[in-house]
């Protein structure tokens, strides 16, 4: 008899096993991490400092290079957006060795000196735990979802000694749904995490804070300006990361030689600065600024900020390995430093104390770049261990936070998903249309109509063509206005006279709505969606004038279905990527060409020449994807998909194409 266990028990005993491989493996990776720390200064002292430092953050740059282009690709960068995306779109699956591989990549980068934070790779390594527990169990999508949720928040447990904040950071930033479902076993991940850290690690806050109290009222309106400076840098800082890393992404080189120079380039900065003020985490420093109530002249902080801000934009951006959490909050506890001791400098009775500025500071900046406030307050709240400033904290955070959405809709997770075609609302892809731009479906085949045309010839006009609207264009072809048949019937009703000109009851140009060629479709339907409007002028964007295009009602639709083949064909992919090498199997994907064997036969003619154990999967053509049957006839262009055993790859290929290039 097979014993059936209930649902919520395998749940919380598979979260417990997460918490608990997650403090060990965060354990592992401290220890992984200062044995590099202490080795790179075993090297400094033998090779002096500056050239020590060049030398070794190199050679560590080009060695995460490496490591991450032959093991695992999503070890680059700080993880937590990969594991978003595992939420959202992959049912949970993470691969296996990414944990291992983000583990050692950040080890090196972080170790050798490199900007960086070790709270995302170490959410990424219980999140990997998680898919891996439940990938080896069959657990469905919605297990593995919870589990890769209780890996992340047993992961901000485990490195900050904060087990609630690391719940909500699950909830709020992962999962962005607060549902009762999941918070008993990411609570119960994130405890058991926390435990085996403090065990293992100690058990003591972050930061040994002072009672740092609300002194004066008059302090409120420091923190709120707070807030919002805090919500500039927040921007500032994910700008600089997402341009840094477009243009190392611009370079003619292999990876391991564009992680090289980021480190290169990021060492440069100890000439100007203090080493041990600029590299690592930083967090030792803010403990400082924070005990000693921020001993340090305003200038020096704000320079210490901005080459925070760049030297994590080139360890990172150049694509090594290592967290965004951590500099956000070193950057955010020198503005808030800077803030209260300027205030301190002008009004000595009411902000006496620079250092509770620095840890509201912390908070903001983290919110306003990963608009994450409830985990912004818990977490500086339990690495403080500090309720006094409990007030100033929540307002500047939630200032911090609506400034920076309302200034830049994304934040520094869902930037780089959205690069991927991923947009995330309450912890789903919701918006396929994202990933579509308006020159891809608007169509350019545009008839406008004169200005000087009366509402008589209009309405002939409408009654021999199947269009509902026109754009009104000048003699040199500029966009003057758009007249549509809803424009023409209240003109009929109002009794207009039939020589009365179009441009009399034409929306003109400067009351419309108007698209770019390179904007997503979502943009535009939201716009469209404002007025109801069924359909849209495409102008160029250096000339508005000139009419490039329109989208149109059936533009819409295609775009639609465009989206949805996108979607589909990402999600196959991710499918193949799991499925890929079992059992000697794989996936192959075939792009037929003019005078391909295949090309202008049905699949039951090609499946006579090929091995009996080949299943040609699907088929996509101008954007659709086709399920093939026997009387399918293949054209050139198709690309083919086929689910094939490794052995036979290059007779399929010899089949199908009578080529032996493939891309696969």
């Known amino acids: 008899m097979r014993l059936e266990l209930p649902e919520d028990v395998v749940i919380l005993g598979s979260a417990l096993i997460v918490g608990l491989g997650t403090g060990l493996a965060a354990v592992l990776f401290v220890m992984m991490l200062n044995t590099v720390r202490r080795l790179a200064d075993l090297s400094r002292v033998y090779l002096g400092e500056i050239t020590g430092t060049i030398l070794i953050m190199t050679l560590a740059g080009f060695v995460v290079g490496v490591l991450i282009e032959r093991w695992a690709k999503e070890a680059r960068g700080g993880g937590i957006p ?5 939420v959202a779109v992959s049912g949970g699956y993470i691969r296996h060795r990414v944990a291992e591989a983000r583990m050692v990549a950040t080890s090196i980068t972080i170790g050798s000196g490199g900007s960086g934070g070790r709270e995302g790779p170490v959410v990424q390594i219980g999140a990997g735990l998680g898919s891996t527990l439940g990938q080896l169990f069959h657990f469905s999508e919605e ?3 919870t589990l890769v949720a209780c890996g992340a928040a047993a992961g901000i447990a485990a490195v900050f000694n904060a087990p609630i904040a690391g719940s909500i950071f699950a909830m709020e930033v992962i999962l962005n749904s607060f549902n009762v479902r999941y918070f008993g076993a990411v609570v119960i991940g994130a405890v058991a995490s926390s435990v085996v850290a403090r065990v293992l690690l100690g058990d003591r806050p972050a930061f040994t804070v002072p009672a740092y109290p609300l002194h004066h009222v008059g302090e409120l309106p420091i923190y709120a300006g707070l807030g919002v400076i805090a919500a500039f840098v927040a921007i500032l800082f994910v700008n600089a990361l997402f341009h840094t890393e477009a243009l190392f992404n611009r370079l003619p080189v292999p990876l391991h030689w564009r992680t090289a120079l980021g480190m290169l380039l990021t060492a440069f900065i100890t000439l100007v600065l203090p080493r041990e003020h ?9 403990g400082t600024l924070i ?3 921020v001993h340090l002249p305003v200038m020096l902080l704000l320079a210490l900020l901005a080459a925070k801000l760049v030297a994590t934009s080139l360890t990172l951006g150049s694509g090594n390995s290592g967290g965004v ?3 956000s909050l070193f950057m955010g506890a020198l503005l808030g430093g800077a803030v209260g001791t300027f205030a301190n400098s002008l009004w000595p009775q009411v902000a006496p104390n620079p250092g509770a500025y ?14 994450g406030p409830i985990t912004a307050v818990l977490i500086v709240f339990e690495m403080s261990g500090d309720y006094k400033l409990i007030l100033p904290l929540m307002m500047a955070t939630v200032i911090s936070t609506v400034l920076a959405e ?3 809709s994304d934040s520094i997770y869902t930037r780089e998903l959205r690069k991927r075609g991923i947009s995330l609302q309450y912890g789903r892809d919701v918006d396929v249309m994202q990933s579509v731009l308006v020159n891809e479906v608007m169509t350019t085949d545009v008839k406008g109509v004169e200005p000087s045309l009366t509402i008589s010839d209009l309405s002939e006009l409408f009654a021999l063509s199947r269009t509902h609207g026109f754009p009104v264009l000048d003699n040199a072809q500029r966009l003057l206005g758009v007249v549509a048949l809803s424009d023409l019937d209240r003109a009929l009703i109002n009794e207009l006279p039939a020589h009365t000109p179009i441009m009399e009851i034409a929306t003109p140009f400067d009351h419309l709505l108007l698209a770019l060629p390179d904007e997503t479709m979502w943009e535009a339907l939201t716009r469209m969606g404002t007025r109801g409007l069924g359909r849209l002028p495409v102008v160029d964007p250096h000339e508005p004038t000139r009419l490039v295009g329109i989208i149109k009602r059936s533009d819409i639709i295609r775009a639609y279905n465009i989206a949805l083949t996108r979607r589909a064909e990402r999600q196959h992919q991710e499918k193949h990527a799991r499925l890929r090498n079992i059992d000697g199997t794989e996936f192959l994907e075939i792009d037929l060409k003019p005078g391909d064997a295949a090309v202008g036969r049905t699949l039951q003619e090609v499946a006579s020449n090929i091995p009996r154990q080949c299943i040609l999967v699907s088929v996509r053509r101008h954007g659709r994807v086709l399920i093939p049957h026997g009387d399918t006839i293949f054209e050139a262009g198709d690309h083919v998909t086929a689910f094939v055993n490794s052995s036979d790859r290059e007779q399929v290929i010899a089949r199908l194409r009578d080529r032996l290039s493939v891309h696969a």
């Open 82 to 86: 990969d594991v978003m995306e595992a």
């Open 143 to 145: 297990r593995m979802r």
């Open 278 to 286: 600029v590299l690592d985490s930083g967090l030792v420093l803010v």
């Open 291 to 293: 005990t000693e109530n």
């Open 325 to 327: 959490f951590a500099p």
């Open 358 to 371: 620095a840890i509201v500071g912390m908070a903001a900046v983290f919110a306003g770049a990963a608009r």
């Open 406 to 408: 309302s200034l830049m």
